[in-house]
């Protein structure tokens, strides 16, 4: 059986709870890259508060982008809020 893509809105917000885990990474690869497209300069990736390996998981892929300015938990939302540099 063929899944159909997932349109995601483009927000300030994403709620990765929805998403497999072995797509987490991947779809917050590309919401931020559309949201820094759209001129958004801080997101919050809402990946809950758990053990902490959807939190890892998503700060390691962070870690690695030079246009990620900065990011940090925070920890009352169960998400990681993240800084991204303009696109210009």
């Known amino acids: 059986m063929h899944e159909e893509p997932v349109e995601i809105p483009i927000t300030d ?5 929805p998403f497999r885990a072995d797509d987490v ?15 958004f300069r801080q997101v919050r ?12 998981n998503v700060q390691a892929m962070l870690r690695t982008l030079p246009w990620v300015q900065d990011f940090w938990d925070d920890a009352s939302l169960g998400a990681t809020v993240v800084v991204l540099r303009s696109a210009d």
């Open 13 to 17: 917000v994403l709620d990765l709870h």
């Open 25 to 39: 990474r991947d779809v917050a690869l590309e919401y931020l890259t559309a949201a820094r497209a759209r001129g």
């Open 45 to 56: 990736l809402i990946h809950g508060r758990g053990i902490g390996m959807q939190r890892a």
